[in-house]
């Protein structure tokens, strides 16, 4: 049991790239998040999915593009990449979305870009 | 507006002495709080929740909370630190208008440091 995983680790990119972050989670969750952590703000949310096949904007949206085409699955895109969306992003699932199923977290992908 | 502070940016103690991280939240209703923990360079670990019942909450690692709904608080506290203590720690509120989507509001984080 693996819980959640993220690829890759580590990424750059220049300024006008695209990537896609993926995460994977083998616990059969019905919910799934991505976050981005930047110094002294916490985590803010970015997307999230409450089943596959559904996806909803959350905090910090813009910039951003998912998609959960399969329910063990959440994928995070960056269409054009921006300085300021060099951060540290973490995907997490929940179970269900009431109390009192907590978040699990991936370890993180560390993203710059320059 | 729901939110959740931590106070202190950074808390420092000596090992084998007691340890609190603050946590105070703004909500509506009642609170679903969480206590998470970051170690470097790795993700958010869960350490505790508070759901309903028993103000004082123990949890992962010794750790224990105490929910406090008149001083609307969920200080995080340790009869006795570790040096492996050190690390980041994550105070979260349940998103209550958003309960159907399990939404968590976290707090900035305190680094705790414990010395030898």
């Known amino acids: 049991n693996a819980g959640v995983t993220q690829t890759p680790k580590f990424r750059v990119l220049k300024t006008g790239q695209s990537m896609t972050l993926l995460c994977a989670q083998d616990?059969?969750?019905?919910?799934m998040y991505w976050y981005r952590q930047d110094p002294g703000m916490g985590l803010r949310l970015i997307h999230y999915?409450?089943?596959?096949?559904?996806?909803a904007k959350g905090e910090v949206p813009d910039g951003y593009n998912v998609s959960r085409l399969k329910k063990q699955n959440f994928l995070l895109g960056l269409e054009s990449a921006a300085p300021s969306q060099t951060s540290v992003y973490f995907c997490?699932?929940?179970?269900?979305?009431?109390?009192?199923?907590?978040?699990?977290f991936g370890p993180g992908t560390r993203l710059t870009v320059t | 507006a729901q939110s959740v502070a931590q106070p202190e940016d950074q808390v420092n103690v000596a090992e084998g002495n007691p340890l609190t991280v603050k946590c105070t939240y703004s909500?509506?209703?009642?609170?679903?709080l969480f206590w998470y923990v970051q170690y470097p360079n790795r993700g958010l670990q869960f350490l505790l929740k508070?759901?309903?019942?028993?103000?004082l909450v123990k949890g992962s690692y010794g750790f224990e909370a105490e929910f406090n709904k008149s001083q609307t608080s969920f200080h995080l506290k340790k009869p006795s630190a570790l040096v492996s203590d050190s690390a980041l720690y994550f105070c979260?509120?349940?998103?209550?208008?958003?309960?159907?989507?399990?939404?968590?509001?976290f707090g900035q984080g305190t680094t705790l440091q414990v010395k030898p």
């Open positions: 999915s409450v089943g596959e096949g559904t996806t």
């Open positions: 979260a509120v349940r998103d209550i208008w958003s309960s159907n989507t399990g939404k968590l509001i």
């Open positions: 997490a699932s929940s179970l269900l979305a009431g109390a009192p199923y907590e978040q699990y």
């Open positions: 616990m059969n969750h019905e919910y």
């Open positions: 508070y759901i309903t019942g028993d103000n």
């Open positions: 909500v509506s209703g009642n609170p679903y």
